[in-house]
């Protein structure tokens, strides 16, 4: 069997394991610092005990779409939903892939799961290079060819900035039989969003996730939007019982609790705030190991002049406990981290941490 799987799965390198310390704080996965609250809780679990898990789901979670459409302001003939935007990131990277009639391109550095699925089943694609700061340079689209399909975040993961709104018209005005999937799974932590443009535009796809500003990465659920007769198409390659019924009532109570409180805006509000004032305390340091890219999310993303102060900063992190993302391993990113947003004192200990180690590399 192990020739089997050799010959199906080549050898890639492992992913890294579990730290070999005590997490205190887990500052890698993008997370929201807060649990939802516990009234939440307890509606969600009153809703699925009358949940007959006997029968199938209703199909494509449709009771969903309602509710998600009071709360984006949009048509509900424009929405589907998943369990979480990675489905959705899978279906059109899948469909087009077997399917492709110009290029796939995948914005370079970006959230690595788009990558990572192309190599893994075969996917042709090509790298849409950002440039030294990691900001988009639509000029290397122009010469994209027609039916091509580009995939992009805003804010950006891992770097944490947007494309303009103005470039973003442009580039669907001028490459009108191509499609642009933009993944706005932090689009709450910014003002701009790209939603008012699906109006003008029938090549535009966006995705959105509960899994960040909600606070239920838990719940499993995407959403999708754009024009109607992309969503038709893309409802026939779904499988009709994918959203399960805890998603689709946990997110319900989610979306009525959020439209009659301000616990959202509180909960993004508090994030934004924490952000900006780690961010400038980094900043203060003025430190010649380390860069700090300026974030419209819900995370940092910092660079380390070498392998050693690299090593030094996750050093540093350990003793006390934090574990951030490393991102080594992927393009374009050698030698530097993503720490995720957390508590007030969570990022206290985190500028501590990057402190001591800026120190013991001067």
């Not at 029938?202 to 509960?210: A, I």
Request: proline share 8%.
């Amino acid at each position: 069997m192990s020739s089997f799987v050799h010959a199906y799965f080549p050898q890639r390198p492992k992913p890294p394991g579990k730290p070999n310390f005590p997490v205190k704080y887990a500052l890698h996965l993008n997370e929201m610092p807060q649990p939802i609250p516990e009234e939440v809780r307890r509606e969600i679990a009153h809703r699925v005990e009358t949940i007959p898990f006997n029968k199938y789901p209703e199909p494509f979670g449709q009771s969903l779409i309602e509710p998600m459409a009071r709360w984006y302001q949009c048509d509900p003939r424009q929405i589907m939903v998943a369990p979480g935007s990675s489905a959705f990131i899978r279906l059109l990277l899948a469909y087009f892939g077997l399917n492709r009639k110009g290029k796939i391109l995948i914005a370079r550095p970006s959230f690595t799961y788009y990558e990572q699925y192309c190599q893994a089943f075969r996917i042709p694609f090509e790298p849409w290079e950002l440039d030294e700061k990691f900001d988009y340079v639509p000029s290397a689209l122009d010469s994209l060819p027609e039916f091509s399909v580009v995939f992009l975040t805003t804010p950006n993961n891992p770097t944490g900035n947007t494309i303009p709104l103005d470039v973003m018209r442009r580039l669907l005005t001028q490459h009108r039989n191509s499609l642009f999937v933009v993944d706005e799974a932090y689009a709450e932590f910014v003002g701009q969003i790209m939603l008012p443009l699906l109006a003008e535009h029938d090549n535009l796809v966006l995705l959105r996730t509960f899994s960040k500003a909600f606070c239920a990465a838990g719940v499993r659920c995407g959403v999708l939007f754009a024009q109607e007769p992309i969503i038709q198409a893309l409802m026939r390659l779904q499988t009709p019982w994918q959203i399960t019924p805890f998603t689709i009532e946990a997110t319900k109570v989610i979306l009525e609790f959020a439209k009659n409180t301000r616990w959202f805006q509180e909960q993004v509000e508090a994030v934004i705030k924490e952000r900006d004032q780690l961010f400038e305390k980094l900043v203060r340091l003025k430190s010649p190991v380390y860069t700090f890219f300026p974030s419209q999310a819900n995370f940092l993303l910092i660079r380390s002049k070498n392998r050693e102060a690299h090593q030094s900063l996750l050093a540093s992190c350990a003793i006390l406990g934090i574990l951030i993302k490393d991102l080594s391993g992927e393009p374009r990113l050698a030698n530097h981290v993503r720490v995720t947003i957390g508590t007030a004192d969570a990022n206290e200990q985190f500028y501590r941490a990057l402190k001591r180690a800026n120190e013991d590399q001067l």
